[in-house]
């Protein structure tokens, strides 16, 4: 199975907080969640965390290299920019990834890199594996809560994910 990603500065391990979610399923294909996660003005409609999605420089409605965007989740206004984009594939894993920030401040600062990746594997199953490093001191609350709010979130996303692919 494939792996994230992961750029200088953002490794897990090495930052203030990291969270991996995954699931894998049967009758669902890369083609079928895709647009769903390529789409963030989709997201409020199955992920409740999420809110508030739009696009800076005219860009939009989904997601592509390089493009910057915002939207809202735990309480954090996130800006963002897509540092990593492929598209579904055949034979291939599809992949995105976000460098998110909010804050200015020493103290209120948090910079994250969340990846996604979905792949077919045999038997007709399907994996989606999220995972986020985040840097910062709301990166270091967050990683000592309980129970643990990014765990937890990403969770519902995926379940939330899952479950509109299926009622397309």
Known sequence: M???????GYVPGYTDNFCSNEVIVTGLTTADVWPLLNTPHMWPTYYANSANTRFHDGKGPELAPGVRFYFETFGFP??????????????QAA?????????STPEDRLDVHH??????????????????????????ALALAKPNPMINGHQDWLDGLVAAARNV
């Open 78 to 91: 996130v800006e963002a920019q897509v540092v990593e984009y492929t598209p579904p594939t055949k034979g």
């Open 95 to 103: 992949r995105i990834a976000w460098h998110g920030w909010a804050g």
């Open 2 to 8: 494939s792996d994230i990603i992961w750029p200088e």
């Open 115 to 140: 990846a996604w990746l979905i792949e077919e594997l045999s038997g007709g199953r399907l994996r989606i594996l999220t995972q986020e490093t985040q840097v910062g001191q709301p990166a270091k």
